[in-house]
């Protein structure tokens, strides 16, 4: 299911560059009906863009792995909103790939620029949606705790019986645990 709906997108997008990227040229004449904003709402195109962009998002999660897909389908209010928005920008790149013959530079790179921060942000784990989602902000950092060199110090190990070949183990461990 889609994180937005062809009504958000409407919201988000101008109609008309919605119109212009998912209408194909009539083979016989060249020429092409701007679709009705009724249309847009009913195209198959999309409900498929959607989904492609929806599919970035979710990549992004299991890249980021701060956030689930069911998180996100529960999220509401404003969250819920920027999720919206974030898909409808993700979709406008899409879209773009489809007709970049139809779209000038600046706002294609507008979109496309739009659309790499959010993918970033959800890929480096970010808390852009303000759940309490559980997650300990040292994760991913090295675990320090261990023995200490104390620990070990009358312990029969092969370093300590090889002490000419391996440093024993007050030498291996840091500093601030001898």
């Given at each position: 299911?889609?994180?937005?709906?062809?009504?958000?997108?409407i919201v988000y997008c101008d109609t008309?560059?919605?119109?212009?990227?998912?209408?194909?040229?009539?083979?016989?004449?060249?020429?092409?009906?701007?679709?009705?904003?009724?249309?847009?709402?009913?195209?198959?195109?999309?409900?498929?863009?959607?989904?492609?962009?929806?599919?970035?998002?979710?990549?992004?999660?299991?890249?980021?792995?701060?956030?689930?897909?069911?998180?996100?389908?529960?999220?509401?209010?404003?969250?819920?909103?920027?999720?919206?928005?974030?898909?409808?920008?993700?979709?406008?790149?899409?879209?773009?790939?489809?007709?970049?013959?139809?779209?000038?530079?600046?706002?294609?790179?507008?979109?496309?620029?739009?659309?790499?921060?959010?993918?970033?942000?959800?890929?480096?784990?970010?808390a852009i949606f303000g759940l309490d989602?559980?997650?300990?902000?040292?994760?991913?950092?090295?675990?320090?705790?261990?023995?200490?060199?104390?620990?070990?110090?009358?312990?029969?190990?092969?370093?300590?019986?090889?002490?000419?070949?391996?440093?024993?183990?007050?030498?291996?461990?840091?500093?601030?645990?001898?």
């Amino acid at each position: 299911m889609p994180y937005a709906t062809a009504a958000n997108w409407i919201v988000y997008c101008d109609t008309q560059i919605i119109g212009d990227l998912i209408t194909d040229d009539d083979p016989e004449t060249g020429e092409r009906k701007r679709p009705s904003q009724a249309e847009i709402l009913a195209s198959e195109i999309v409900t498929e863009i959607l989904l492609a962009a929806s599919g970035e998002v979710d990549s992004a999660l299991r890249v980021g792995k701060r956030y689930t897909p069911d998180q996100l389908a529960g999220l509401t209010g404003n969250a819920a909103a920027k999720l919206r928005k974030m898909t409808c920008d993700i979709a406008t790149a899409v879209a773009m790939d489809r007709r970049p013959e139809r779209v000038t530079g600046d706002i294609a790179d507008r979109y496309y620029e739009k659309s790499a921060k959010s993918l970033k942000e959800l890929k480096s784990g970010e808390a852009i949606f303000g759940l309490d989602d559980g997650t300990d902000v040292s994760a991913g950092l090295m675990n320090t705790y261990g023995p200490t060199a104390l620990d070990v110090q009358d312990r029969n190990h092969l370093p300590e019986r090889m002490g000419r070949m391996i440093p024993d183990s007050k030498q291996r461990f840091p500093l601030s645990r001898g």
